[in-house]
């Protein structure tokens, strides 16, 4: 079956760094478009960015010029460099594989000011 298995989240202080990871089995991989998706306490789930197989990116106009998604196809994993981290990046952060709506368990993201 489809898995998605986040990593990378943590504590770090404003204008700190993180990579997060996302490594998915069960599908093939490279012809999926995947994104990245946060939530934050108490508020919806929001669009942070996504992917293409043709490596085509999107970003949610917050994190532009901060975030980068990447993706690894030999690896089946995604990623998302987070730059410049602001506390209100923090949130539990969710790899998605958009076309099949898998969902991993997430990874907090907490940013101190």
Request: hydrophobic letters at 35%.
């Amino acid at each position: 079956q489809v898995q998605l298995v986040e990593s990378g989240g943590g504590l770090v202080q404003a204008g700190g760094s993180l990579r997060l990871s996302c490594a998915a089995s069960g599908m093939f991989f490279s012809i999926k478009t995947m994104a990245w998706y946060r939530q934050a306490s108490g508020k919806q789930r929001e669009f942070v960015a996504d992917i293409t197989s043709a490596h085509t990116t999107n970003y949610a106009d917050s994190v532009k010029g901060r975030f980068t998604i990447s993706r690894d196809n030999a690896k089946k994993t995604v990623y998302l460099q987070m730059n410049s981290l602001k506390p209100e990046d923090t949130a539990v952060y969710y790899c998605t594989q958009v076309s099949g709506g898998y969902w991993g368990r997430g990874t907090q993201v907490t940013v101190s000011s």
